[in-house]
């Protein structure tokens, strides 16, 4: 090698540490970013995910592949079939269809619509529903049986699904990030069974190492290194946990004897991941791909493809931790079905294979076997075809290894495989190593801004959605305030107006009645003076009946009242009602239409909101506006009037009650009783002016005349007093206990009592509906508004939202720009 073609391997590697260390960076940019979108997704808002979209995408990609596969070629082996899930789950998703013509080659990834970013028609582009690659939910399950299925899912299930694939994204960049900074190269060598792929690693290294046979014989994989990374020491390493294993510690791994290796690895029982081989690579010259002087490059010798389904797995999981894959074709049978998958497979990550077609000896028409072969590459790698002459060789691994053996020179075909395959592996390392990475950045950076699009829209939906429902209650909720207002207002009103109608009634009713007592006591009929004591007994009884009988009016009164007033509160209750039904049937039908419109989180508050405008059970009794609320009143009154009763009751009939010596009240009775002439002489005098004419006559008349005319006098008025008592004792009686009883009443505060009673009664009675109606509407008033304020703080999300996918859009578009730029200068390297 000439000093300049030193010199430019000097500089092409550093020029690869260069793109290492940006790409590094940006691999951790992108995975903060990932972190942040689930931190979002998981506290501030579900990542909304146009999931009914990407399924019909979803369904015609199926359909299509379907007809191809119908048509053509075939791509899975019965073997992969029953792995195809878990396969396709581990194997990273291919990048979009533009940026897979080149593989990040100058022309294709500066394509101008990337390097300006995402502009409207690239956002166009990407809000292709198929344009969503690595963030893609796994949904097949749902798929298959229908696309409403996947519409069904709740927004929460969706953002826990797209949580986890975040997780996933984050721990494959950490792969691609140990790959990328990890300074070694691996080159997993695979393919069909038997296709000479441990004949063609010895013949690699110059060194008869690896055991082969025609039979199947490699049951695990085998990294055969350099054994300069082991102290120069020529060993090997059986590794049960790849993981742990530190060739420092010896606890992480089984020391093998080199001529037992044939045994373990013929007989592996699953109990060691790994073959670790350090040995010499036998190259004279600096050729030699194991001691290349710049990288460290492990080959990894892998079992047959078609040997079962687990070691196959194995194989498409090691994938991201491979630089390069060197598929061996027997040439024999050109690509088996298991070696078409997993080329197909394997075009995902790695666009351009190393194939080998060996045993090319065996073979006679060896034109029409390249030709064959050539053409199912075409298939199979578009890419490795365009670089056949690189990328393709057919080579005989067992005549090299014999031709090493006898000391002969090295075939043309293979010593030309293997410049190309070192060529490959060095310096295209970027190609190998670092675009895989890339292109996974790439596709990550693009469904971001894919999902930012669609996030920002949304966000903006949203927000116009919450508007229009404030715009549109707004009236209502200035409505409803008013009616609480003017409702609340005539509810008391009318709650006053009948208690103070109650008080008067009752005072003007109960007041009348007081004053005419004596008329009620004179219809008790009078049985005569025998029974005047039985007499004065009735006409007490009958009053004190009596004034029950009128406080029994003034119950029914207002029992009456409070009748009409619950009326007229059930009127409005009714009209509240009314206004609730309106309300919640209009936000039910603007619920129905939101929910058709997929923004599902309106409807969430609305559930509160219905809950809330529920009444507690203690505030809202069953059939109260049903009851009879007289039955309440009555109850009550009953007692009061008791106690009424009972202090009449105590009233007892004494003397006085049947003697008035007061002649004032009637002297219209007197008189009628005193027919004589003197008597009405004195009769219509005061007595002690009687009693001077008397004086005055006895002057001239003579004292014996005189003397006898008073005593005849005295006689008369004594027995007219008496007649005059005895005729007047039923009046005496009704008169008497009249006054007394009123005077009685006035002493008790009767009518004010009753009326107090009455107007308490009424007030107890109406003000309960009157709550009611000032409870419901305050719930109503504040079920509104917490479905207002519920309708700002959302708006308030999505307005953050919005800003921040505005935001995350220009960030993933810059970093993908950074991204791409590394593969734009690559220069070759
Ligand atoms: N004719 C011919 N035979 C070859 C060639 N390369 C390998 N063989 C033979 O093919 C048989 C299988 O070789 P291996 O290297 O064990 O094949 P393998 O792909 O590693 O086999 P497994 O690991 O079991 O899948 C051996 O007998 C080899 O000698 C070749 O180029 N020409």
Redesign the pocket.
Known sequence: MSASQQQDQIQQQRVFADKCRRLHTYLLSTKSLLQEIGEYNRSKWPVHYPLARIARATQAQQQAAASQASSGLRRTSSMINSDTTLVDSLAPVPLRRSMTTDDFSDTEVGSDELRAGVDPDSVGRLLDPSDLSVLKLDLRLSYHSDSDVMGSLEESSIARLFDERLAQCEIHIDKLIARVTDKSSKIL?T?????????????LIRNDI??????????LFCEVVDASLNGGLEEVHAIPDMHTYDRNSPSTFVKVNIGDLEDI?MENDEQFQQLKIYTKDNHKDKESLLHNGFVDVALI?????N?DSLKTTQLFARQEEIDVVVF?V??ENHFTLSGQDFLLNAGNEKAHIFIVV?????IRRKDRCERMILDQIRELSPLTYEERNELVHF???????ADQRNGTSVATSFSNMEKCLRSFTLEQRFKSKLAPAQRYAMNVLFDIQYLAAENVAAATKRIQEINAALRESMPKYENLLQERTETSKQAESMLDSSCLEVRRHTTAHLTNTALHLQDVAEKVSYPGLLSLWSYAENVLLTMVRHLEHEVSECDRFACFTIQQARQELAKFEEARRRLEDTSSSSRQDALANKNSSGIEGISAISDDDTALLKLPAHSSPANMWEGDVSASVTASQIASIGSISNALDTIQLELADFVDLDFSHNWGTLTSISASASLTLFASKPMASNVLTLLKMSSTMGANTARRLMVATAALIGLGSVFYILSDMDATVRRKLSSRVSLMLEEEGFVERHAERLTTETSRAIRPFVWHLQHTFQRMVEAEEHRRADHLRKRHVAQDSQIYFDELRIKAQELTNAVRVVSIDANGC
């Open positions: 060598v393919g069909d069974l038997n296709a000479g792929k441990s004949t063609l690693v010895n013949a690896l055991p082969y046979d025609q039979q199947p014989c490699t049951m690895v010798d892998s079992p047959g493809l040997r061996v027997n040439a060996n045993r090319f000896d065996a080579v005989s691994a067992h005549e090299q290894l």
